[in-house]
């Protein structure tokens, strides 16, 4: 019974594909589902004719990245199904200061510098995108002033000029 209301949810997205393009005057059609595997997730996935993979660079995201994509991305790829990374919150646009006043490095002796932290970061995205087989549409930095606003609003209609609004602007112009 369960199998069969299952795939009966796969018949309503694959309806709801069908009747979005030909009913419609929409020319896409966003599912944003949440991460690891669920049905109504993979459905979406299974209907899909772009998938955009979005993570961020922690330890916890690049391997459960590497996992999905590897086990489950990876058969819809092969069977057509278009697949980018969109990597958020990366490092660079908020370089908090390396040296105090007194001359001394705020993070220690031992500690690497940011530049480094930033080149390190570099390498892990090319050796993900080698490892995974999908290209990186787009990074967003981390913005601390948006993350740290006392009060959420769509910043890229608050603020057009801001930094981010550019990079999604910057990122709608490469999925068409």
Avoid at 41 to 63: C, G, H, R, V
Avoid at 74 to 99: D, H, K, M, Q
Avoid at 110 to 136: A, C, H, Y
Wanted: hydrophobic content about 35%.
């Amino acid at each position: 019974r369960k199998d069969s209301s299952k795939s009966q949810m796969l018949k309503k997205m694959l309806f709801l594909k069908e009747t979005g393009i030909t009913e419609t005057d929409y020319d896409y059609i966003i599912l944003d589902t949440s991460p690891g595997i669920r049905y109504w997730s993979i459905n979406s996935l299974a209907i899909s004719d772009t998938i955009f993979l979005s993570l961020k660079m922690d330890n916890i995201d690049i391997e459960g990245t590497k996992h999905l994509a590897m086990d489950v991305y990876g058969s819809f790829t092969s069977y057509g199904t278009i697949s980018y990374l969109l990597l958020n919150r990366v490092a660079g646009y908020c370089e908090p200061p390396e040296i105090t006043d007194s001359g001394n490095s705020i993070y220690g002796e031992n500690s690497p510098s940011f530049g480094s932290l930033v080149l390190e970061q570099n390498q892990t995205i090319k050796n993900l995108e080698r490892l995974i087989k999908m290209d990186v549409i787009s990074m967003i930095p981390c913005y601390c002033d948006m993350q740290f606003e006392r009060q959420e609003y769509l910043t890229a209609l608050k603020n057009p000029n801001h930094p981010f609004s550019k990079k999604i602007d910057e990122l709608s112009k490469r999925i068409e």
